[in-house]
């Protein structure tokens, strides 16, 4: 079965340090692949999407990830947090079929002063 | 802008009761999905729509229902609500040409008491 893993549920950095959040995916297919972002008690936005163009993806608020095919990767990273980073970040795959996405587990970002 | 809006943003009912909690899309996307998301479990999926009045079973529809009756709407339905119910619920939409990437709603938190 097709999964996604995302390494660590919390993730603490010290504001204007590098974000790194790190996603593995399994698929036997050349997949989609995409990062949400979750700010408290609202739904889900994207952050940024790779669909087989450029393998490294730039998004929204200065996040970019790269794809690699090699390592079944898709770490989501930024040189500097900021404070307004603070949120759950989900890393989601869609293998091309009927379009349901398989996520991963979500992982909360924590930015120290 | 693309929109996906849903009924309530908050909600209490009490057990036993049966629970509406709808879900509209302005984007003309085949496919809806309907989410719960619960602490440390991440998103799952409990029912998605490919079509007006077709669904489709995720991981946990057990104590849910859903009707579709026209492509911008996707109801959600909780025949007798229960306190392990009591979740944040999310409705999704998309479809083919996104490649798989899905627009959220802001969620609906629901306590059954």
């Known amino acids: 079965a097709q999964s996604v893993t995302q390494l660590g549920s919390h993730v603490s950095v010290s504001e204007g340090a590098l974000v790194l959040l790190r996603c593995n995916y399994s698929?036997?297919?050349?997949?989609?692949l995409f990062w949400y972002v979750q700010y408290p008690n609202q739904g889900l936005q994207l952050l940024l999407k790779?669909?087989?163009?450029a393998t490294l993806v730039k998004g929204i608020n200065g996040f970019e990830a790269e794809f690699k095919k090699s390592e079944t990767s898709f770490h989501l990273t930024k040189p500097s947090a900021h404070m307004s980073d603070a949120a759950e970040y989900f890393c989601?795959?869609?293998?091309?079929?009927?379009?349901?996405?398989?996520w991963g587990a979500g992982t909360k970002l924590i930015i120290k002063p | 802008d693309v929109k996906v809006t849903q009924s309530s943003r908050y909600l209490v009912k009490r057990t036993g009761e049966k629970v509406f909690l709808e879900c509209v899309q302005d984007?003309?996307?085949?496919?809806m999905f309907w989410y719960r998301q619960d602490p440390g479990l991440g998103l799952r999926l409990i029912y998605f729509?490919?079509?007006?009045?077709?669904?489709e079973k995720g991981d946990i529809p057990e104590g849910y229902s859903v009707s579709r009756e026209k492509k911008e709407r996707f109801s959600l339905i909780l025949e007798s609500a229960s306190t392990n119910q009591t979740s944040m619920y999310l409705c999704?939409?998309?479809?083919?040409?996104?490649?798989?990437?899905?627009?959220f709603g802001p969620g609906t938190r629901l306590t059954v008491l």
């Open positions: 729509s490919y079509d007006v009045k077709m669904k």
């Open positions: 984007m003309d996307h085949e496919n």
């Open positions: 989601a795959v869609s293998p091309g079929s009927n379009y349901q996405l398989i």
């Open positions: 698929s036997s297919v050349p997949p989609y």
């Open positions: 790779y669909t087989s163009a």
């Open positions: 999704a939409g998309g479809g083919g040409q996104s490649r798989g990437e899905q627009f």
